[in-house]
């Protein structure tokens, strides 16, 4: 087991700890991110900080390594890494330290990595730097090591450019690089963050096998607390920057002492629980084809308080939708047209003998109040035909309907929430001028009307009407996410499609933004596809759900059906590589995969 220590327990002589942290604390002016933090690491294990975004991990691996020199940080405490005093050690210490003792893997590779130079030759440079050895046997180490981390045919990969590589081979090339001069300790900050569960799980397993052949110790910094079961020996629970819990990850997953603890982790969507409000799905997907469910009018049909509370809405929602049901029932010849509808899409890219199809054949049907979720691999085509569905891509084949009638260009009423709310905010416009752009581009309001509009919208997706004039890096990930769905609200849609919306975000956010949909749902009656690599995300919010697979959908049907009893063998594997909370059965899935892929 690791040694963690914050106030003293195990562990506590001197100098036996590869990692010795004694009542850090680091400041950015007024801010402080790290506040009297103490741990130690020894050896060969693993400790995982884990938390929400703002908690300070980031904070404390950055620290490690003495990377908040020159910053302007104001760090106090000691912080001692293999056998280095950080705080005191000389510029030519810590170069030496970084890389040849310690070693870090950031959480977007692509920033980490020149665009401009081979791979293999941003390896051999940092092999150079620490071993000064020729040219030619520091080709030969990155070779070796790209190798040792899983990419295939090594030699010819050394020679391509970071562009040329997946997001997961991407990853393997960091820790390729991390492991070119045997370092003691690795620090992994949020490096499967990106990445879909397949390739997550591959990380992560091997980063295990890493960590058995060479006695690395290993420092995770991860918000996804399946991912730190998967991964290490204990766990450290942070919170603005202080420690609020500790141990054995078992016991700290397993029987959590501390009420924030519990509250994270009740937080975290699980693969194996059915989705709370599933009956309100169909019953208010029937319901809508006929009225607004929040404005159903005559008499209400009387449901007892604990029929409401076990669909997870209020008695008069839950009246609404089974008297509009019902309605519904009276006239079964009525015929109920979806709201969106894909005919045979197809989507190629490339020329010539390089063409391929990103989408091949893909036909679905969306009602109002419904929920699709769709899974599958990146590069298995879920964005290419969320962007079709909106009308930001033009179909090769097939057609986009809406409400019966094909469509083609955009459709101001199905609207988009991006993955990263960050690129899809201009930073020179405030947030309140990039949500008044659906209004204007209508042209039938005043600019007083508009910006009484967006107020509201801000107010109804849980921010303040006075942030309408503040820019987007004032404002946290779930915020900046929250911007993002009330822009989309503000055209007025039928439908929103929900490209990656929570994937960067850490459980307790990315739980605010799911159930702010879902509210949104409930109240306007919107059609949502939601596209996710994140399957436990995707089964707590749909209704059906699609997986698809190298362009086409490999398996669909209801959320609860496909997840309990999926029939195609790429919807099993998908789901075995969900991490699991509990590190017995983490461990058992990751034999079962070492035993899968020696066959």
């Known amino acids: 087991m690791s040694s963690v220590k914050v106030g003293g327990s195990r562990g506590d002589r001197p100098g036996d700890a590869l990692v010795e942290v004694g009542d850090l604390s680091v400041a950015f002016g007024d801010l402080r991110a790290v506040d009297g933090l103490s741990f130690r690491l020894e050896k060969g294990t693993a400790l995982a900080l884990v938390g929400e975004s703002g908690s ?161 110790a290993l420092l995770l ?66 319901a809508a084809a006929v009225a607004d469910v929040s404005r159903v009018e005559g008499p209400v049909v009387d449901v007892s308080r604990s029929e409401a509370a076990v669909v997870g809405v209020s008695r008069a929602e839950a009246a609404a939708a ?94 988009m929430v991006f993955q990263d709310p960050v690129s899809s905010l201009n930073p020179r416009r405030s947030v309140g001028e990039s949500i008044a752009d659906p209004l204007r581009a209508r042209g039938a309001l005043s600019e007083e009307r508009i910006r009484g509009r967006v107020r509201d919208l801000l107010e109804r997706v849980g921010l303040e009407a006075a942030h309408y004039d503040r820019y987007p890096h004032e404002f946290s990930g779930g915020q900046r996410q929250r911007v993002g769905i009330a822009r989309a609200l503000a055209a007025e849609p039928r439908a929103i499609v929900c490209d990656e919306p929570v994937s960067a975000l850490d459980v307790t956010t990315q739980a605010q933004v799911v159930a702010l949909l879902a509210e949104l749902q409930r109240e306007l009656g919107l059609a949502l596809v939601f596209v996710a690599h994140d399957l436990a995300v995707v089964r707590q919010v749909s209704d059906r759900v699609a997986v698809m697979r190298r362009g086409r959908i490999v398996e669909h049907g209801p959320a609860d059906e496909v997840y309990e009893s999926p029939r195609d063998p790429y919807t099993r594997q998908l789901l075995a590589a969900v991490p699991a909370l509990d590190p017995q059965v983490a461990a058992e899935r990751r034999t079962a995969r070492r035993e899968l892929a020696v066959v």
């Open 56 to 216: 300070g991990k980031s904070t404390v691996a950055s620290a490690l390594l003495g990377l908040h020199r020159g910053t302007g940080a104001h760090v106090d405490g000691s912080v001692r890494v293999a056998g280095v005093d950080v705080g005191a050690a000389s510029d030519d210490e810590l170069r030496r330290l970084r890389g040849a003792k310690a070693a870090m893997v950031f959480q977007d590779p692509l920033s980490s990595l020149d665009p401009y130079y081979a791979v293999g030759d941003q390896i051999a440079e940092v092999y150079r730097v620490h071993t000064r050895v020729s040219r030619r046997a520091a080709r030969t180490r990155a070779v070796e090591v790209l190798d040792r981390v899983g990419i295939a045919g090594a030699a010819r990969k050394s020679r391509a450019r970071p562009h040329e590589f997946s997001g997961g081979m991407r990853q393997r090339a960091l820790i390729a690089m991390a492991l070119a001069c045997e370092p003691e300790l690795l620090i992994a900050d949020e490096p499967t963050t990106a990445l879909d569960v397949t390739v997550q799980a591959q990380i992560l397993d091997l980063l295990h096998t890493l960590r058995e052949e060479t006695g690395l």
């Open 221 to 286: 910094v991860t918000h996804d607390v399946g991912v730190a079961a998967e991964s290490v020996d204990d766990v450290l629970v942070m919170r603005h920057g202080r420690a609020v819990e500790h141990g054995p990850v078992g016991a700290v997953l397993g029987a959590p002492r501390e009420a924030y603890t519990r509250e994270l982790l009740g937080a975290v969507p699980r693969v194996d629980a059915p989705r709370v409000a599933t009956a309100v799905g169909e019953v208010s997907r029937t």
């Open 322 to 415: 089974v008297a509009a049901s019902r309605t519904v029932a009276a006239d079964a010849s009525d015929e109920v047209v979806p709201v969106l509808e894909a005919v045979g899409l197809r989507r190629e890219f490339g020329r010539g003998k390089g063409r391929f199809a990103a989408v091949d054949d893909v036909s679905l049907v969306i009602h109002r109040g419904e929920t699709l979720g769709v899974v599958g691999e990146s590069g298995s085509g879920k964005t290419t035909l969320g962007r079709m569905l909106v009308g930001l891509q033009e179909p090769t084949a097939g057609s986009v309907r809406y409400e019966g009638r094909e469509r083609s260009g955009v459709n101001p009423a199905v609207q």
